[in-house]
Nanobody
Framework: QVQLVESGGGLVQPGGSLRLSCAAS????????MAWYRQAPGKQRNLVAR???????NYADSVKGRFTISRDDAKNLVYLQMNSLEPEDTAVYYC???????????????WGQGTQVTVSS
């Protein structure tokens, strides 16, 4: 089994910064795409940022220039550095990853349990 565990959420004032981390553990041979999604109350879950195994990144328009996604493949970690936070960034942030386990030829999608980010004065 594979687990994704997020950390780093919390309460921050507008204009502040937070860094989210996600650790993948378990039966892992390789990890391809890793991403962060978020879901605000009463809204659907949306992609925030994605990073491919080669390092290519994609961002939602609403976070471009403010958020940065990065990964440490040696440790199976993915990070989301969030700067200039706005109240509209308040949501539960979920880590997402595609993992290949030893003996398998395909990748399976996994989700973390989510971490709350609240931006408020």
């Amino acid at each position: 089994q594979v687990q994704l565990v997020e950390s780093g959420g919390g309460l921050v004032q507008p204009g502040g910064s937070l860094r989210l981390s996600c650790a993948a553990s378990g039966n892992i041979f390789s990890v391809s795409v890793m991403a962060w999604y978020r879901q605000a109350p009463g809204k659907q879950r949306n992609l925030v940022a994605r990073i491919l195994s080669g390092g290519t990144t994609n961002y939602a328009d609403s976070v471009k220039g403010r958020f940065t996604i990065s990964r440490d493949d040696a440790k199976n970690l993915v990070y989301l550095q969030m700067n200039s936070l706005e109240p509209e960034d308040t949501a539960v942030y979920y880590c997402n990853g595609y993992v290949r386990s030893p003996g398998f030829v395909t990748y399976t999608e996994y989700w973390g349990q989510g971490t709350q980010v609240t931006v408020s004065s």
